[in-house]
Nanobody, 121 residues
Framework: QVQLVVSGGGLVQAGGSLRLSCAAS????????MGWYRQAPGKQRDLVAV?????????HDSVKGRFTISLDNAKNMMYLQMNMNSLKPEDTGVYYC?????????????WGQGTQVTVSS
């Protein structure tokens, strides 16, 4: 089992910055990758950014050059962060931290609680 606790988010004007953090605990050694998903009102949950345990990253085209994802390891914990700069109203949504593991049984996803990000124009 993996537990994810999210912090950060809030209300910001367009052009501003926010930081999201996610602390992972439990069976963190089984985690393959962690990432952030965004769900706008009435839309599906989309991947915003992902980072592997080895540090490889991938971003949604809409956030490239503006968002930066990072992953730090500490004793019995993993810390995921995403710095969001030059925020746009279309970045508004509920952001979810995700971690997934891969085994012989396939992929298993863990989700943190969502945090609201609202960018006003």
């Amino acid at each position: 089992q993996v537990q994810l606790v999210v912090s950060g988010g809030g209300l910001v004007q367009a052009g501003g910055s926010l930081r999201l953090s996610c602390a992972a605990s439990g069976n963190i050694f089984s985690i393959n990758s962690m990432g952030w998903y965004r769900q706008a009102p009435g839309k599906q949950r989309d991947l915003v950014a992902v980072i592997t345990r080895g540090g490889s990253t991938n971003y949604h085209d809409s956030v490239k050059g503006r968002f930066t994802i990072s992953l730090d390891n500490a004793k019995n914990m993993m810390y995921l962060q995403m710095n969001m700069n030059s925020l746009k109203p279309e970045d508004t949504g509920v952001y979810y931290c995700n971690a997934f593991t891969v085994s012989g049984l396939g992929r298993f996803d863990y989700w943190g609680q969502g945090t609201q990000v609202t960018v006003s124009s």
